[in-house]
């Protein structure tokens, strides 16, 4: 389960696939080294994404 505190890095690590999900919302620098500390809130706050609606699409 993804959940708000999960790290970008160890989100893409162990999934991928999800990629394809953040960048259709707008994360657009996934590769940043920076972002891969970033969690899932940090980097929708930073993104003026709704984070509880990006968890809905990611763990489906």
């Not at 690590?13 to 809130?41: D, F, R, V, W, Y």
């Amino acid at each position: 389960m993804i959940e708000k505190d999960t790290k970008i890095g160890e989100l893409l690590e162990t999934n991928p696939e999800k990629a394809e999900i953040l960048l259709a919302a707008g994360m657009h620098c996934l590769g940043c080294p920076a972002s891969q500390a970033e969690t899932l809130e940090e980097a929708c706050e930073v993104h003026g994404i709704d984070v509880e609606e990006l968890l809905a699409e990611l763990n489906k």
